[in-house]
Each structure stands twice: as structure tokens, then as C-alpha cells.
Nanobody, 124 residues
Framework: QVQLVESGGGLVQAGGSLRLSCAAS????????LGWFRQAPGKEREFVAV????????SYADSVKGRFAISRDNAKNTVYLQMNSLKPEDTAVYYC?????????????????WGQGTQVTVSS
């Protein structure tokens, strides 16, 4: 069974930090790049970050570059998103997803399995 489970969301003041985790089942995780997306109320789901299977390659949305860091621990089948200097506009439900297809990494259509999401709320 394929499963991705996010955790670590919550309420934080602007300027604060949170670390999100996404635990994956073995078949979901091995050999695949993993990404984080987010969706704010009334908006489209948007790309945040992606990391390669080895962890040697990462990419970020311009809106989070320099503030967020994606990493993974393949021994624990877990991918992380460290979020620093949070802003109210970072408020959203955050999802992790497996990148299955080889197209443009920031397109949702390139990802096949998704977690249920974790809410991040940043107060001003």
C-alpha cells in the first residue's frame, strides 16, 4: 500500500520556524524524488520544493528560496521541510508528493501519490 503521511504543521508567529515531516512507505519512497506543495484557501496548489532520490539535487520556488530547506533521510523513509522566517503568506495546507514522471518538476501532474496534508498557519 502506498502511503505518504505529513506531520509537523501548526500555528506560528511571523518570523518563526516549523519543520514538516513526511513519512513514506518503502515502495513509495525508494528511488523517487519527493516534493512539497502547498495550497492556500481559494488558490491553486503550488510547488514549494523538490529533492532528488540521492538528496544531491534540490529546487525551490522563488517565494521560499533562502527561507525553506528540503532534506531527506532515506534510512527513515522520511522527507523534511525546514521553514524559517515564516510569513503570513506562507499560510496553507502543505502536501508531500512522489515525483513519478520525468517532466517539469514544479508541475503537479508530474507527481502521482500525495499525502493528506498538514496545516501551517502564520500569524502576523
Amino acid at each position: 500500500q502506498v502511503q505518504l503521511v505529513e506531520s509537523g504543521g501548526g500555528l506560528v508567529q511571523a518570523g518563526g520556524s516549523l519543520r514538516l515531516s513526511c513519512a513514506a512507505s518503502g515502495r513509495t519512497f525508494s528511488g523517487y524524488a519527493l516534493g512539497w506543495f502547498r495550497q492556500a484557501p481559494g488558490k491553486e496548489r503550488e510547488f514549494v520544493a523538490v529533492i532528488s532520490w540521492s538528496g544531491g539535487s534540490t529546487s525551490y520556488a522563488d517565494s521560499v528560496k533562502g527561507r525553506f530547506a528540503i532534506s531527506r533521510d532515506n534510512a527513515k523513509n522520511t522527507v523534511y521541510l525546514q521553514m524559517n522566517s515564516l510569513k503570513p503568506e506562507d499560510t496553507a495546507v502543505y502536501y508531500c508528493a512522489r515525483r513519478y514522471y520525468g517532466g517539469t518538476y514544479y508541475e503537479k501532474s508530474q507527481y502521482d501519490y500525495w499525502g493528506q496534508g498538514t496545516q501551517v498557519t502564520v500569524s502576523s
